[in-house]
Each structure stands twice: as structure tokens, then as C-alpha cells.
């Protein structure tokens, strides 16, 4: 079930600004296909480091790696139960394909990645055990976000569920649930709530009564809830840390970029064109 997306104006607005110091590191856990759309705002000031286990991703720049290998928490190798749809590919013990396995902390090591602002994992219910196999590198970044495919059923070394199991990790770094999708059970042939996306992200406002968020802090995160279309949230970190960014960014200009994201994102599912090209002319003055 996917979590929402906007047009992505406001992250546009940050990356074209020149006004982050570093690059926007997304670690993408599960890239078959490629990253997600939603990211395309921020292409400019993207570092991407994808995996999957049996997938050859291509890589459209220089700032996109991609590595054909499973993640987990072990190095070595792995079994892999591979459907007719590969997308549901997963690692299973009586697997009849094989793979190269490694732990993020072992990449991290050897300095295969850089630390990750963001982490994406979508691994058919092996989440949880490559958060363990990454407890080093998670402590290394200084992580602002991240999407994890979950569901809350109780199983056999998941005693307090899969979310339980994920968010035990993901709180210790800092983050919190800020949004959640859940493929709904609606048919007799579906019993119970089947799988989810859950957003985690850290919380800002909160932090600032002990500590001082950087300007590149507040506008990735800024950016992160923007193309996810958590309007809020955004508006409310450019209203906390005005004194902040306004050194960098134009605040005025990126609240009202905030604001119409989502409406632009709309449109767009409901009137992919309107002829002679005046969604795309509209939609461009819109951006500036």
C-alpha cells in the first residue's frame, strides 16, 4: 500500500535553491524499478545507493549506485523464493535461488556507502532483520526518515509483530510514525489487514528544546515530508525554525510551495492533460 505523494514543489524549491550544503542520501532497500517517483523533485541534490537482490538496476547518473546483492544480518549468502511475480521476491530458508548477502554494517565498513538521510525497505517481511544487520550504520547517520513495508501480525520470532519489531530500531535512532498506508482486508478471501507502508521521521520541534537542528536538517526534512504531501508537518518546521533557514531559502516563497503541492499533485491524477499543453504551461508557472 503506498504512502502519499505530492508534486514536490517545495523540495524542488530546495534543491534548485542551492540552499543545502550537502547532498539528500537516500538508501533504497528493494530498488527493482528503480527509485520512486516521488524523489524526482530532488534529483539534483540526490546521492542514491539502491539494492536488490536479483535485479540489475540501471543507473541514470553518477549519484545513483546500484548493487545487485540482498541485505540481512549476515554476510555471506542467502536463499531466495522467486514467484511468477518478482516483485514479491523474498528470502526464504527452503529458497531455490541463491544470492550474495552483506549487512549495511559491513558496507558501511568498508565505506561502500555514505550515511543515509533517508532509508526505504520493502523486502517481503525481511525488514526487521536488516535493521539488525545495520544497527552500526543506523548510529553513524544522522538519519532523518524513513518508509518501511510492515504489517502487525503476530508470528513465529516476531512475538510483539513486525511493526513492533521495526520500530524498536527506529526509535532508538530518533524517528516516529508519521504517516501509515494499510491494504485494508475487504474480501472474503482476506481475513485480516494485510501489509502497510509506515512513514518514520524525526520530530523536529521536539528536538529543539535540547539541541540546535542545522539548516540542512530542517530543510530535508522539510523536503521529506513534502513529497510524501504531509503539509503540516512541513509548514509547522518553517514556522519553528524561520530564524533558521531564512539565511538560506526565501520562507515566504516556501510555504506557499508547501501549500500547493498537494493541490498541483491532485490535478494531476485527475486531468493528465488538458490539450495544447496547458497543464504543462500552468503547472510550470505555478513552480515559479
Known amino acids: 500500500m503506498e504512502l502519499s505523494e505530492s508534486s514536490g514543489l517545495a523540495a524542488s524549491f530546495i534543491a534548485k535553491s542551492g540552499a543545502l550544503d550537502s547532498a539528500f542520501v537516500l538508501v533504497d532497500i528493494g530498488v527493482r524499478g528503480g527509485i520512486h517517483s516521488r524523489w524526482r523533485p530532488l534529483e539534483s541534490v540526490l546521492e542514491v545507493y539502491g539494492f536488490d537482490a536479483t535485479a540489475e538496476v540501471s543507473a541514470p547518473n553518477q549519484r545513483h549506485h546500484y548493487f545487485k546483492l540482498a541485505l540481512g544480518d549476515h554476510d555471506g549468502e542467502c536463499t531466495l523464493h522467486v514467484p511468477d511475480n518478482a516483485n514479491e521476491t523474498r528470502v526464504s530458508s527452503d529458497g531455490a535461488h541463491r544470492a550474495p548477502m552483506a549487512r549495511l554494517d559491513t558496507l558501511w565498513a568498508k565505506r561502500a556507502l555514505l550515511p543515509a538521510d533517508f532509508i526505504k525497505i520493502d523486502c517481503e517481511n525481511y525488514e526487521p532483520q536488516i535493521l539488525t544487520g545495520g544497527l552500526a550504520y543506523l548510529k553513524a547517520c ?113 510555504c506557499k510551495k508547501l501549500t500547493a503541492s498537494p493541490w498541483i499533485a491532485a490535478l494531476e491524477r485527475r486531468l493528465p492533460h488538458l490539450g495544447l499543453g496547458l497543464w504543462t504551461r500552468a503547472k510550470s508557472r505555478l513552480a515559479r
Open 142 to 254: 544522522e538519519l532523518l526518515g524513513a518508509d518501511i513495508e510492515t504489517h502487525f501480525h503476530v508470528r513465529p520470532g516476531l512475538p510483539y509483530s513486525h511493526f513492533a519489531a521495526i520500530n524498536t530500531v527506529l526509535v532508538d535512532r530518533g524517528l516516529q510514525v508519521a504517516d501509515l498506508a494499510l491494504s485494508r482486508a475487504l474480501r472474503a478471501d482476506q481475513p485480516w489487514n494485510g501489509t502497510g507502508n509506515v512513514l518514520f521521521s524525526r520530530r523536529l520541534v521536539d528536538e529543539r528544546r535540547n539541541s540546535k537542528p542545522a539548516p540542512d536538517t530542517i530543510l530535508k526534512t522539510i523536503a521529506i515530508f513534502d513529497v510524501y504531501g504531509l503539509v503540516g508537518p512541513a509548514i509547522a518546521l518553517v514556522r519553528e525554525f524561520r530564524d533558521v533557514i531564512s539565511a538560506r531559502i526565501d520562507a515566504d516563497a516556501l
